[in-house]
């Protein structure tokens, strides 16, 4: 079949099974979207390109599918580039296409030029520099797998113009061949011999799930291990949804805003069977004090992960879901029926600590951001529901006050830690599950970064709910100054120039609601959540509000600050 470069593209991503491309045109992709005009692949035109990667990102999140996103060159492509970053932070796959100037002039410094291969060369899995057009059937079948395998990532296409022009003899590979990518799926026989004898014989074991549990899709295998072990599950923010934190052995996140429970249960375990995780500064505060009688069991797919951070006795490498699926099966036959003895008192020490620290807050003043979090959680538990949020306090409530109970309904920008992540996640995980109810908890600062998105929720009549935890404040940067800098408040003060986020909804065609009372919460959600329209909650909560409990950045876990019952 002959085809121009730019035709072969499309007819690659169809085969690929893509839905949807986040992107906006310019010169250099304009033969892309030429020929983009004649496929079924829905492209969304968005604001901004740095959302169309977070939208795409965020695609991927929910549906466990590689997410799509397109750019120019010069500009276009390096607005991506926050997006690239953030999903290799948090290991999602996602393809990003960017235009590149024709081939004859790249490096004259050319209109709209930008070496964005370069640019993005230590936040991609891989990239590509297409010269040839023949080649653009095998680098995005070898895209695709790469991104989605192994540890996925982003995997970057610069297409230079004259390339997507040439026209082709179009034949699709089967298969891909890459000799020197090939991920360890199995896990080591003999480790996981070992693992299984290591978590018999603890006395105080935990278990420590990351996001890489989500991304295996061991869940199912994770909950088999607690329940017939009887061990304590604590999640990291990536891994909230792996393990249901209605469970009685869900400890919740553990770490800087963890819960004091799971944090005092890290100090004290003296074994850690970390699954998918990768024992981020976040997680495990001052390293050197961090868990000082554990032996750990490290499962992960990525090798490098192995040792990074933390001594690890019992290294284990490959995909979570068969190294637990091959792990249960020896415990089964250890065990033959029997019920585990050995950790009772253990288990009665964890709870000990549950029931005397658990996540309050005062319930004085005025409108509070955990209550509002807690009225969510309670009238969405029941629903299908995936929840996004953007960074900072809000982000740190959410986690916090809503309890997770499904793999990839809990969006969060982990890793990078990029505000603005909230609100284009949301659109990207209603077009993934446009069955599910998608509710963004933002930040008024994180939300400021990215609203000229919110046209490009309601063109697509996504029925999206973002719930500004509105404190005029970059809020989590002020409670560090607040608590480290002796309340000397600098550059933290949104108030002035603060929009009026209801018209600024209706600016758009969306939806704009104001809440000041906690009475009028419940009443709010309950109309955006029936509501077909994108919707925006304003709410006004108590300005100085803090997250509680917090480990200090690079004190121990076992030093947490605020929060009740010290
Ligand atoms: C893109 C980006 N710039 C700066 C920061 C540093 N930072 C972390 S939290 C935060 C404040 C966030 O404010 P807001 O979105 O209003 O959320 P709040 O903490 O008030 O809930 C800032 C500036 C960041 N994480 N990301």
Redesign the pocket.
């Known amino acids: 079949m002959k085809l121009t470069g730019a035709q072969a593209i499309v007819k690659s991503l169809e085969k690929e099974g893509v839905e949807v491309i986040f992107g906006i045109p310019g010169g250099a992709t304009l033969p892309i979207y030429d020929a983009l005009r004649e496929s079924k692949i829905k492209h969304i035109l968005m604001r901004h390109e740095q959302v169309a990667a977070h939208a795409s990102d965020g695609y991927a999140r929910a549906t466990g599918k590689v997410g799509v996103c397109m750019a120019t060159s010069g500009p276009g492509a390096t607005n991506l580039v926050t997006g690239i970053a953030n999903a290799y932070m948090d290991s999602i796959p996602i393809v990003a296409i960017t235009g590149q100037v024709p081939t004859p002039v790249i490096g004259t410094d050319a209109f709209q030029e930008a070496d964005i291969t370069g640019i993005t060369l230590p936040i991609v899995k891989h990239s590509y520099l297409v010269k040839d057009a023949n080649e653009l059937p095998r680098v995005i079948k070898e895209a695709f797998y790469i991104a989605s395998t192994g540890r996925p990532g982003p995997v970057l296409i610069d297409v230079p113009r004259d390339v997507s022009q040439v026209v082709i003899n179009y034949k699709y590979p089967e298969s891909v061949d890459l000799s020197g990518y090939k991920p360890t799926y199995r896990g080591h026989a003999k480790q996981i011999r070992l693992a299984a004898k290591a978590i018999i014989e603890a006395q105080r074991p935990i278990i420590y799930a990351g996001g890489g549990v989500i991304t295996s899709g061991a869940s199912e295998e994770l909950k088999k291990l607690a329940e017939l072990t009887q061990i304590h599950v604590t999640t990291t923010l990536m891994g909230k949804g792996a393990f249901p934190e209605t469970h009685p052995l869900s400890l919740g996140m553990l770490g800087m805003h963890g819960t004091r429970y799971a944090n005092y249960a890290m100090c004290e375990t003296d074994l850690i069977i970390a699954v998918g995780a990768r024992f981020d500064d976040r997680v495990t505060g001052k390293l050197s004090t961090f868990a000082p009688k554990a032996k750990i069991i490290h499962i992960d797919i990525d090798p490098a992960e192995i040792g990074k951070n933390v001594t690890t006795h019992i290294p284990i490498v490959g995909d979570a879901r068969f190294i637990l699926h091959d792990l249960i099966a020896i415990l089964e036959k250890l065990l033959a029926g029997e019920k585990m003895q050995n950790r009772v008192a253990w288990n009665e020490q964890v709870e000990e600590w549950r029931k005397k620290y658990p996540l309050t807050y005062s319930k004085e003043g005025g409108l509070k951001p955990e209550f509002i979090v807690e009225q969510i959680y309670d009238l969405t538990k029941d629903k299908e529901t995936i929840i996004t949020t953007?960074?900072?306090?809000?982000q740190m409530w959410a986690a916090q006050y809503y309890k997770v109970t499904k793999p990839r309904t809990f969006l969060s920008s982990g890793g990078l830690?990029?505000?603005?992540f909230g609100m284009p996640a949301a659109i990207g995980a209603q077009f993934g599950r446009p069955d599910a109810i998608v509710i963004d908890i933002d930040?008024?600062?994180?939300l400021q970064?990215v609203s000229q998105d919110i046209a490009t929720a309601v063109i697509n009549k996504l029925p999206i709910n973002i719930v500004i935890?509105n404190?005029g404040?970059?809020?989590?940067?002020r409670q560090w100054q607040q608590l480290f800098y002796e309340h000397r408040y600098y550059a933290v003060d949104?108030m002035p120039g603060i929009p009026d986020f209801v018209k600024l909804a209706e600016a758009y065609g969306a939806k704009g609601m104001r809440i000041t009372k906690p009475e009028k919460v419940r009443p709010a959600l309950e109309e955006a959540i029936a509501s077909p329209m994108t919707v925006i909650i304003d709410c006004w909560i108590e300005r100085e509000e803090n997250v509680f409990p917090m480990v200090a950045p690079g004190a121990p876990l076992s030093q947490m600050i605020g929060g009740e019952g010290e």
């Open positions: 953007g960074v900072g306090q809000n830690g990029t505000m603005g930040g008024d600062g994180s970064m935890m404190n404040y970059l809020g989590m940067v949104l």
